[in-house]
């Protein structure tokens, strides 16, 4: 090993340690959506120059664990979830990070501003978020205008797409497709949300009838790009079975397991408030989700995991369930932008490991144990 590759190790090692007992402590003291406010514009700030994108790579890029999927190269199957990058604000930051694609929105029809302040709310002991940000988004019109100005980001790039709280659920499908119809030819996806707690009756529309025409009209305005859904994980296994089949049967590309919860694991201040709950308290029902999809298409449907990976251990645990990709939201938050690498380069080593040279190999393997 190189003595720079050691070095550039060892820096990495020292920045996670770093943000463990220094940056974490103080983001702790802020208001929780200000302080990724600031996080975000600190990441813009830091991959704005070509020296800072420089540094970001040596700190925390990862290897390549490539995966071929929807007709796209990614160059690993760690993804950035929704939520995290509302606005599409720091896209070139995340691809500096190594994040092998980017999902950005949720976005409306129509500009909102959410829900009211507080909504955003922290739990250490747990790794965990509570947020019932309500969809606060610019609006398609003005999410179009901002990604037709920004620079692409080289890696995949989906878009979340969600109903404004103005429009009736009689009329939610004309919301959705508008959203596709505006923002659609800067994007390379898209992921019909209709499973966030945080839009009164939303998810209703994860009936079938509801939900076959919503996709029915996004289809209409999404070309030949996917579309994928994403569901709560607090439905039943029938529920989601049911879904499972609308989403396929109408040439969706694959669906996103699980978003957030509305289950607790206690009655803590920060757990009785309102909202949905991501981190490590949804890894386990994430998990459960995903098995039940794989085993219900028989692992021929893909599947984007997210809910709770902290490590390579829980991104491992996804994949060898049945998710071909994985997202993180977070364990950003919890442990910082080391993770990526931690991640990536984790399940570098289990596929060699196993005796595997391709991570497509490990997808689903737990299905057959």
Same mark, same amino acid.
């Given at each position: 090993?190189?003595?720079?590759?050691?070095?550039?190790?060892? *820096?990495? &090692?020292?920045?996670?340690?770093?943000?463990?007992?220094?940056?974490?402590?103080?983001?702790?003291?802020?208001?929780?959506?200000?302080?990724?406010?600031?996080?975000?514009?600190?990441?813009?700030?830091? !991959?704005? *120059?070509?020296?800072?994108?420089?540094?970001?790579?040596?700190?925390?890029?990862?290897?390549?664990?490539?995966?071929?999927?929807?007709?796209?190269?990614?160059?690993?199957?760690?993804?950035?979830?929704?939520?995290?990058?509302?606005?599409?604000?720091?896209?070139?930051?995340?691809?500096?990070?190594?994040?092998?694609?980017?999902?950005?929105?949720?976005?409306?029809?129509?500009?909102?501003?959410?829900?009211?302040?507080?909504?955003?709310?922290?739990?250490?002991?747990? !790794?965990?978020?509570?947020?019932?940000?309500?969809?606060?988004?610019?609006?398609?019109?003005?999410?179009?205008?901002?990604?037709?100005? *920004?620079?692409?980001?080289?890696?995949?790039?989906?878009?979340?797409?969600?109903? !404004?709280?103005?429009?009736?659920?009689?009329?939610?499908?004309?919301? $959705?497709?508008?959203?596709?119809?505006?923002?659609?030819? $800067?994007?390379?996806?898209?992921?019909?949300? =209709?499973?966030?707690?945080?839009?009164?009756?939303?998810?209703?529309? &994860?009936?079938? +009838?509801?939900?076959?025409?919503?996709?029915?009209?996004?289809?209409? $305005?999404?070309?030949?790009?996917?579309?994928?859904?994403?569901?709560?994980?607090?439905?039943?296994?029938?529920?989601?079975?049911?879904?499972?089949?609308?989403?396929?049967?109408?040439?969706?590309?694959?669906?996103?397991?699980?978003? *957030?919860?509305?289950?607790?694991?206690? +009655?803590?201040? =920060?757990?009785?408030?309102?909202?949905?709950?991501?981190?490590?308290?949804?890894?386990?029902?994430?998990?459960? =989700?995903?098995?039940?999809?794989?085993?219900?298409?028989?692992?021929?449907?893909?599947?984007?995991?997210?809910?709770?990976?902290?490590?390579?251990?829980?991104?491992?645990?996804?994949?060898?369930?049945?998710?071909?990709?994985?997202?993180? $939201?977070?364990?950003?938050?919890?442990?910082?932008? !080391?993770?990526?690498?931690?991640? =990536?380069?984790?399940? +570098?080593?289990?596929?060699?490991?196993?005796?595997?040279?391709?991570? &497509? &190999?490990?997808?689903?393997?737990?299905?057959?144990?």
């Amino acid at each position: 090993m190189g003595q720079d590759l050691k070095n550039a190790l060892k *820096t990495n &090692q020292t920045m996670g340690l770093g943000y463990s007992m220094l940056v974490r402590p103080m983001l702790a003291l802020m208001d929780s959506e200000k302080a990724h406010k600031r996080a975000l514009l600190g990441l813009r700030m830091a !991959s704005f *120059t070509f020296l800072g994108r420089m540094l970001l790579r040596v700190l925390y890029r990862p290897k390549k664990v490539q995966v071929e999927e929807f007709g796209m190269v990614f160059e690993n199957p760690l993804g950035l979830a929704a939520g995290m990058d509302k606005k599409a604000e720091a896209m070139r930051g995340w691809e500096t990070l190594g994040f092998g694609f980017i999902e950005v929105g949720g976005i409306t029809e129509h500009e909102q501003t959410g829900n009211p302040k507080p909504r955003m709310f922290r739990s250490s002991k747990h !790794s965990a978020l509570v947020n019932r940000m309500g969809f606060n988004n610019p609006g398609s019109k003005k999410m179009a205008s901002h990604l037709e100005k *920004t620079r692409k980001p080289n890696v995949p790039l989906f878009l979340n797409v969600g109903k !404004s709280k103005i429009t009736s659920l009689e009329d939610a499908h004309f919301d $959705y497709a508008k959203t596709v119809e505006m923002c659609g030819p $800067y994007v390379d996806g898209f992921v019909i949300n =209709v499973s966030s707690p945080n839009t009164p009756n939303l998810r209703e529309l &994860q009936k079938d +009838e509801d939900l076959a025409r919503i996709i029915s009209e996004v289809m209409k $305005y999404s070309g030949d790009k996917p579309v994928l859904v994403k569901i709560a994980p607090d439905l039943e296994d029938l529920q989601i079975k049911s879904i499972v089949d609308t989403a396929k049967g109408m040439g969706c590309a694959g669906i996103v397991a699980t978003n *957030t919860t509305l289950a607790r694991p206690d +009655e803590s201040d =920060v757990m009785s408030q309102k909202g949905g709950l991501s981190g490590k308290p949804l890894n386990k029902r994430s998990t459960e =989700v995903i098995r039940l999809i794989a085993d219900h298409t028989d692992g021929n449907w893909p599947i984007i995991g997210v809910g709770g990976i902290s490590d390579s251990d829980d991104a491992w645990e996804k994949i060898t369930n049945g998710a071909t990709l994985i997202q993180i $939201y977070s364990s950003m938050v919890f442990n910082g932008a !080391s993770v990526v690498r931690e991640i =990536v380069n984790g399940l +570098e080593k289990k596929l060699n490991s196993k005796g595997l040279t391709d991570l &497509q &190999q490990a997808v689903g393997i737990a299905r057959g144990e």
